[in-house]
């Protein structure tokens, strides 16, 4: 079975995320994505709240799982029996970055292939952390996130 694992912090999921998410399903027979269990303090959601939002939104994908992980990225895909990780890449930012951990994930696990899957034209500018920007001042982020995601960040925000 070809497993994927796909990382990140999903504080919170979005439909970029979903987007990536969902056409990594139509690529292999199982998509793991791992929710980095980071201590909470460094971002709005518990790491139990981010799973829980990344699993409804993934709900009708019948070959997502969403698990959180600790540790090494590449450990928890070899634990998974995962081959291989995706990623998404946003012109020019995330490209960099993605490089550079890509060539240090190589070198801790060589059996381990990326996978970077383009952005869509229409999630480019769309980011967790600009998002909770937004929320945080009161802008409208209903379009950028499934409906029970941008129900928790309004609350979570005026909370
Ligand atoms: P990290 O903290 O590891 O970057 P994120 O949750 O921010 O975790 O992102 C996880 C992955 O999803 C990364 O590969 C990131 O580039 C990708 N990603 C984030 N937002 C988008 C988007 N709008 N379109 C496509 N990929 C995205």
Known sequence: MTTALYPGSFDPITNGHLDIATRAAKLFEKVVIGVYDIPAKHLLFTTEERVGMAKQAVANLGNVEVMPYNGLTVSFAREIGAQTLVRGLRVGADFE????????????????????????????????????EVANLGGAIDKFVPKAVAEALKKKVLG
Do not use: G, T, W
């Open 97 to 132: 970055r993605e490089f550079e951990m890509a060539l240090m994930n190589k070198e801790l696990s060589p059996d381990c292939e990326l996978v970077c899957l383009m952005s869509n034209l229409k999630y480019q500018f769309l980011s967790s952390s600009l998002l909770k």
